[in-house]
């Protein structure tokens, strides 16, 4: 993948629910799920024994809904997979930007465990 690092959101602000980006890619994975690339994210990828965080991206100006069922770390690159509510993928356009919420209550059960 030939994409800037995805700037990580939080961890300038670990609490932090919501966020803006620049949609930068689709992606078809090898198991056929679609992955979006952002330039940032506020999504906490699967790790250290942590689940990812799920939720919701929305494209501005449209009616593009993404639901973010499982995120992903690769090579500094952060993967957003899930699938589009209702509308068609191939219409998207680079660089639009997206507003990113994460599910709060999945979030905090996740952050909990392990303490």
Known sequence: MDYPPTKLDYHVDMFKLQSQARFLSLLKAEDGRTALILDSTVFHPQ?????????LIEFAGSDFKFSVQDVRSKDGIVLHYGVFQG??????EKGQQVHLLVDEPRRKLNSRQGR
């Open 47 to 55: 790790g250290g024994g942590q689940p990812s965080d799920t939720g």
């Open 87 to 92: 509308s068609n993928p191939e219409d998207v």
